[in-house]
DNA sequence: CATGAATGAGTCTTCATTCAT
DNA sequence: AATGAATGAAGACTCATTCAT
């Protein structure tokens, strides 16, 4: 019955990760031990490392699972607007419905990930591959815009969409430490604005 | 003499906290050790203790003594231009500056920070005063273009005060990472251009 | 079917020993895992425990199996010679073949059976039986010998015996450490050489 | 205060050391627990890691302490007799002293050198360098006495040796399981009287 | 009968903090 | 004031044994 038991394996891999990325956020990575995650998680330490190697093995499953995703999701989500003003507008829009959502996690998963990024090589690869994929997705968008002419000739599609990418995660750093003064709808509207003005062909 | 005395103390204060810093910078609050901020700082574990209660108010004190100083420091050099375009563009460049001469300290203390802050309420309401100091100052500068009638009526100041820090601190994040592609000269003229276009009194 | 199931629980029994022993001779007993015999013996670690009783219940079985064969093999192998002197060199003979064909499993078993025999005194005991079955089996030939004339008169049978097993079992740890300038040829010429000399009727 | 320190240093060392060999006399090197140690040296388990990096760490000290020093011993304590027969005779009784005297631990402590062995090649080394260091030494002394025309010329003095050491270990692991039938005083003059058959120049 | 997932006590090791000198 | 040896409470990880399927 490998049917069975390869869902069974799959089910509980997701709980443990589930329960990890609660326990993560609680205290971070360092702070947590692995018994919080076998008590969060229904298990037993034992069973745990029946499923992952070790703490540490869990940690860089759970980025690449929450983090490795972004991209993809982005993409998806956006890429059936079909005219580029559209496809930028909606990349802010999905931004910020995520942080709506699913506030505050992303945000202090990623300061996790961050903090480990500094001693742990995976992680920090893990981080950069997720900033190359965010960045390379938007950057797409506005080459389509600049060459169809929509957008402005002389744009830097590439410093920008960068600097969308880091806009957003630095945000989402002090979003998610609710930060008061941050007013989404507000900050929605000037990125908007602020990209408009910076693309639109007609000025100078 | 307890002059001395006192000056004495200080002066060991900060040799810890410069210590500390490099410690923490290295790897992080959690993985560093007492015994390598004593060594790193040339005195025993048991002197550091006389200096600072624990590990912990070691920390503290050097984020209280880092973050608080960017507002300040900030103000201080670029107030002497009393243009706000001019203000503006200082701003920017000092904030490059800072990532080329203390790179990448700044980005990996600032991480170091923001991991604190999820257990630690005194870390995170440093972190937010800071924000705060840098939001409020920017806000000024721009605050008294618009009321001079050199930017736009309607440009939301405060608004984009918090997004040029969060950018700021995103893309301080990378930089410190060593993320390839980020060139810093093409970021600060697209980023001052993004600025100049949206602040433009003149365009709609 | 009780008498093939009893077949069938023999046959596994075995099987377990054999997977057992080649375990511990790879890393002695206390590092062995019962998953490892399980594994080597193909069967699943809850098939294991319906065979035994627990780990140490296959050690102790294999040490009475293993170690409690040595005396009758010894006896049945050398029994055919009649002559006391042939039976004394078929004797080392036997052992010497041994070495060349078990090398080196025999000395590592026995290694693992003395560390265990600190603990457990089953094991020790199972060791002491041994040595004692090779001993009477060695000194009645001896004895045999010192009664017909062709030994000495006043050789000791019994210490002569012990000695000649101990010589065996110290000579086997070694050789089973792979010893580097151990040669076994040499070795039995001298070991039969020197008992030649000893047990000579004519010699002073 | 160097001094001072130094000798405090050595003479905890050799306290852990001590404390080590009585726990892992008792029950092996894998059952004994760090803990044990602590426990029996008086210290907690934190100072113990002051003085040896881990337990294997301890264990190997230990190993090259305590078996690494018998062939210098042998050495010195033989030397001064200059004739060989009766550097031969010497050796042995050194042997038969040693077993009275610090009955049962040698025996018992090569015992666990030689189960560790089976996994750690350093103890492997330590314990062929021992039987090395052993052989070397008496074979020495039956060159001078074949030289010197005082043992049979023919006499295979390599060989010899190695086999009076294999004796000599074989004999110390039943003599330290406590035997019963071992008479450590036919021992000695059996193995005398054989060693002397065999090189006396005048037999066959 | 067989399986192998689950348990949880036990192991080695680290490190913040204390305190005798 | 300074030192650094000592403490001991955790923490990550292992593994013999059990038991539901």
Redesign the interface.
Known sequence: MPKVTETHKQRRRQAILEAAEQVF????Y??ATVDDIAIRSGLSVGALYRYFASKSDIMLTLMEDRLGRTPNLLERLSAHADDPWKQIGRCVEIFVLALQVRHPSTG?LL??A??E???DNTV?EG??RR??GL?NYIQGVLERGITSGQFRRDA?A???A??L???????T??WS?N?????LR??R???I???R??L?PE?P
């Not at 990418?165 to 945000?171: E, H, P, Q, S």
Request: hydrophobic share 55%.
């Open positions: 956020l609680g205290k971070g360092q702070l202090r300061i996790v961050w903090g990024a500094l001693q920090r981080l950069l900033f190359a960045v830097d590439k410093v920008l960068s600097l990418v880091c806009l957003a995660d630095g945000f750093l002090y430490a930060t008061p003064s941050l007013d507000r900050i509207a000037t990125v604005t602020m990209v003005c910076y639109n000025l």
